[in-house]
């Protein structure tokens, strides 16, 4: 089950041409306990490869299947039951937002998903506070917020859903740097305490070595990686990703070579202090 693409390729129409933003796509993605990062330059396909995960796109050839459904499904209330399975988070949440007040909006997700009202604000509540979006906003209007709590409340009214697998289009994109790792923490709990597959889009080098377990690399459309993220970092052909070394990585490199300290992986920066401090005590 979960979510495999079968030799998808995606074309936008424009007047004159058009344009190949996803092509020849093979992908098969588990529907529990992964943790994916796509990543790959402005403009490789990121956002369009991921829209396919919930038939907001449909391909212009090739399948995409979703939780043993081909997409797009018969039966036209099957959508819904695929949106729900499969949440994801717009790389600009104000497209995602349109209530009048933030509780609203958040309640819609479970309210589409017969839920009652009751069960859509229970839900709805939790979601909030799993995002830290205080009570004081509830009433208010998401488009009267800032970029990064806009961000928060569309995660909010994905996690209300609860969907199976969560695919996340630069979630922590416009957030300070205490926010960013808020929420990749939220999303790391949900991952380690349902099992649950994420699916991150993400330029942060630095956010997808620390969390991710897989790492896909888009380029020109096509993928040119799909590997576990060990492998990726040390690929011969690594340069031509035009991917940026996570900061831990880049000083392990750099203290190899200037210090002639032994270069060994370090995906974060706790492992990389810890790591250090052995090999200052040797
Ligand atoms: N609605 C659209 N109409 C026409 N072309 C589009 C449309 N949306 C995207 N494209 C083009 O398709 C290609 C892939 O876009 P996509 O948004 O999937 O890239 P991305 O990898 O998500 O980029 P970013 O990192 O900037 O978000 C780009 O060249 C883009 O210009
Ligand atoms: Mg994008």
Redesign the pocket.
Known sequence: MGIQFKEVSYA???LKVN?D??KHINLDISEKGEFIAIV??????????V?HMNALLLPTSGNVYVFGQTLPPKKKEKINYLRQKVGLVF?FPEYQLFEETILKDIMFGPKNFKNTEEEAMIKAKKAAQIVGIDESLYQQSPFRISGGQMRRVAVAGILAMEPEILVL??PTRGLDPKGRKDLMEIFNDIHHQQNKTIIL?S?DMDLVSEYAKRVIV?KD?KIVFDGPKEELFEHPNFETFHLELPTSLKILKHLEKVAHIPYAPKYDFPSLLSYLKEVAHE
């Not at 790959?40 to 490869?49: C, D, I, R, V």
Request: net charge neutral; aromatic share 8%.
């Open positions: 936008y129409r424009g344009y933003a996803i790959g330059q402005t403009g490789s396909g990121k956002s369009t490869l829209q790389q289009d630069e889009i330029h888009l459309g």
